[in-house]
């Protein structure tokens, strides 16, 4: 369910976040989750991303190292 939200999200059609059931992320996975699309929508430019993001490339690679680690992945 999740991968057809973010194919979603990365096409910039946000109207999947009304529909998504009860199982919510927590704000940690979310986080980490929105850092791996903004890598992806950058073609894993971190630099780019974390100007987008308005966080450091140091924060967003430890959000990314954290997601992968828990097997978060769009």
């Given at each position: 369910?999740?991968?057809?939200?973010?194919?979603?999200?990365l096409m910039?059609?946000s109207s999947?976040?009304?529909?998504?059931?009860?199982?919510?992320?927590?704000?940690r996975q979310?986080?980490?989750?929105?850092?791996?699309?903004?890598?992806?929508?950058?073609?894993?430019?971190?630099?780019?991303?974390?100007?987008?993001?308005?966080?450091?490339?140091?924060?967003?690679?430890?959000?990314?190292?954290?997601?992968?680690?828990?097997?978060?992945?769009?």
């Open positions: 369910r999740w991968d057809e939200f973010d194919e979603q999200l910039g059609d999947q976040l009304i529909q998504i059931d009860q199982s919510l992320m927590t704000f979310l986080k980490k989750a929105y850092a791996q699309i903004a890598i992806s929508r950058c073609d894993n430019n971190l630099s780019s991303a974390a100007k987008i993001l308005g966080i450091s490339v140091n924060t967003l690679k430890r959000l990314n190292q954290a997601a992968k680690m828990d097997e978060i992945y769009i």
